[in-house]
T-cell receptor
């Protein structure tokens, strides 16, 4: 079975600061990895995905993530955040169809 | 392209009533997933279908919950009888391989 740990439940940052949201996973088989973002009263929107190939993955809205197999991590980064990035971010993994989600990290960007 | 469409967006009903949530997946997608999101338990997979066949319903909480997918363009999640602890946001997602695309959810309140 797979599990996902998002190490920070809340991350407050100031506008234009860099941010890293941490995600570690556990799995005995190879997995695909994803980051989703959820804005208030909306569904989950895909930010980026790692299926294979380059371990540095670029997504929408200036976000990127790096797959580190030895550390079983898939941390999400953005060099300069905006107020509009305030949302909840979910890391997810799957070996095939079923996604296993982390508990989420609430990112709050303050002016 | 139209995304995953869920209805209703909000539902408020009294305990003991039957509740039916509806989902129209993205055309061409062959997998459909029902999730429940609560503050306490986060995102939980309830059931998923592949080519209209239920593949894994191990997340369905109890016999009061049932889901059907009569054709490739429609699915329902039914709760009968409903209880206050069923109050949550229910999401439908669909995919063709990966990634999953989510609807905006149904916010269900059982009084």
């Amino acid at each position: 079975a797979q599990s996902v740990t998002q190490l920070d439940s809340q991350v407050p940052v100031f506008e234009e600061a860099p941010v890293e949201l941490r995600c570690n996973y556990s799995s005995s088989v190879s997995v695909y990895l994803f980051w989703y973002v959820q804005y208030p009263n909306q569904g989950l929107q895909l930010l980026l995905k790692y299926l294979s190939g380059s371990t540095l993955v670029k997504g929408i809205n200036g976000f990127e993530a790096e797959f580190n197999k030895s550390q079983t991590s898939f941390h999400l980064r953005k060099p300069s955040v905006h107020i509009s990035d305030t949302a909840e971010y979910f890391c997810a993994v799957t070996p095939s169809e079923k996604l296993v989600f982390g508990k989420g990290t609430k990112l709050t960007v303050n002016p | 392209d139209a995304g995953v469409i869920q209805s209703p967006r909000h539902e408020v009903t009294e305990m003991g009533q039957e509740v039916t949530l509806r989902c129209k997946p993205i055309s061409g997608h062959n997998s459909l997933f029902w999730y429940r999101q609560t503050m306490m338990r986060g995102l939980e997979l309830l059931i998923y279908f592949n080519n209209n066949v239920p593949i894994d319903d191990s997340g369905m909480p109890e016999d009061r919950f049932s889901a059907k997918m009569p054709n490739a363009s429609f699915s329902t999640l039914k709760i009968q009888p409903s209880e206050p602890r069923d109050s949550a946001v229910y999401f439908c997602a669909s995919s063709l391989n990966q990634p999953q695309h989510f609807g905006d959810g149904t916010r269900l309140s059982i009084l």
